[in-house]
């Protein structure tokens, strides 16, 4: 196996694997914390209409995914924070609407014949140094974000009310949340899929939440656990050749289902 090592894609699928879990334990914390998990589910969703639109302009996927998200988190953020008695359907609408752009768009792509399970279940032995590269300022990138106001987004995701008082501008955190969740679903696309990337998103996150409750230290643990997941789920789908999202989830769940039994028992 490990001979396996010295090909550049292994390399590669190792190493975004450990380069996106930081991403997940940071933003999966804050999605957890600020009970936005079907929101970052309406994003990710929403990007394959900049998946599909890129696909049928002949533009970079990478690109169109992430502009779409984007807008998708900016919209979602100004919709829910206007009319929070409508998020389940501003949800639905949104879901919907960016598959079904997608869709449409990759449907009208004659002569293209694009890998769609690649981008719903996710592919991480096609990781790219391109993608690589964009874990890593992506990492960057976020660890600087929420270095920087890290008490502001402490504030606001325990107390929004607190937050009003303080002078600390909801809006503007929560939709940079919404932001950082869309960057870091693009990416985790490549990893487990769209379709499976609010378990990993939120799995590492709820089970370090057994164990602490201070969001630093939440971080920090579900960065560790996003780790396992994908190293160890990676390793399982070399060794019974099954999906390598689909493994990394069902890791994920068997771990977060033992641990909910041992302290339900004891």
Known sequence: MFELLEYNFIQNALLSAILISIAIGIVGSLIVVNKITFLSGAIAHSSYGGIGICVYLGLPVFLG???????????????????KSR???????????????????ID?????NV????????SILA???FDIYYMIALDIFIILLVGVFYQQILIVSYDSQFALLRGISLKFFY??????????????IKVV???????????????AEMFVNKLSSMMIISTLLSIIFT??????????????????????????SCVKLWKYLF
């Not at 992430?66 to 807008?71: L, P, R, S, T």
């Not at 890998?115 to 996710?122: A, I, P, R």
Request: hydrophobic share 65%; proline share 1%; with cysteine.
């Open 193 to 207: 899929g769209l379709i499976l990337v609010i378990a990993l998103l939120t799995i590492p996150t709820y089970l």
């Open 115 to 122: 890998d769609l399970m690649s981008y719903l279940f996710g």
């Open 127 to 129: 990781v790219s140094n």
């Open 87 to 105: 998020i389940d359907s501003i949800i639905g609408m949104m879901w919907a609407t960016g598959m079904a752009i997608g869709i449409i768009f």
């Open 231 to 256: 190293l160890g789920g990676l390793s399982l789908s070399y060794i019974f050749d099954i999906s390598s999202g689909a493994s990394i989830i069902l890791l994920a769940i068997s771990i977060l």
């Open 108 to 112: 009208l792509s004659s002569g293209y």
């Open 175 to 188: 939709t940079l949340i919404l932001v950082l969740c869309a960057l870091s679903v693009v990416a985790a």
């Open 65 to 83: 995914a992430n502009v779409f998200a984007v807008i998708s988190a900016i919209i979602i953020a100004f919709i829910t924070l206007n009319n």
